[in-house]
């Protein structure tokens, strides 16, 4: 259940935004992660979502494999970023109380990893 929650949510972004790729140091790169919301990394493969501002919605990835992109400073980091709607933020909050199993209001991964403006 949870991977068509986080499937849906990409899905919201990746239709209204805009796909992007940028360089950036790795240091950026974890620090968006442990900022980030729902953040998962499967071998090499990294992944959450983010929420900038209030204002914009965004799905970030990178691989740190052989295969994927990256140097010595830092990975390519790409995904999508789009303009953050109440329908995102329902969203979220329905992710943040599958996530705890109670309400987000209570949540404290909410508090946590999502401030509302």
């Known amino acids: 259940m949870w991977d068509i ?6 899905r919201l ?8 790729e940028i360089f950036t140091t790795w240091e950026n ?11 998962e990394s499967e071998y090499s493969s990294h992944s959450w979502f983010f929420i900038k501002d209030g204002k914009e919605a965004w799905y970030l990835e990178y691989s740190s ?3 994927g992109c990256w140097n010595s400073k ?11 709607t109440t ?18 209001a209570n ?11």
Not at 29 to 39: D, P, T, V, W
Not at 75 to 84: H, I, M, Q, T
Not at 87 to 104: H, R, V
Not at 107 to 117: A, F, G, I, P, W
């Open 65 to 67: 494999s052989d295969g």
């Open 74 to 84: 830092g990975p390519l980091v790409s995904g999508y970023k789009a303009r953050y």
């Open 5 to 10: 929650y986080r499937m849906h949510l990409l």
């Open 13 to 20: 972004i990746s239709e209204t935004g805009n796909k992007f």
């Open 87 to 104: 329908e995102i933020g329902q969203y979220i909050t329905l992710m943040c109380d599958f996530k705890n199993g109670e309400s987000s």
């Open 107 to 117: 949540s404290n991964y909410r508090r946590l990893k999502y401030k509302d403006n």
């Open 29 to 39: 790169a974890h620090k968006s992660q442990r900022n980030g919301l729902f953040s």
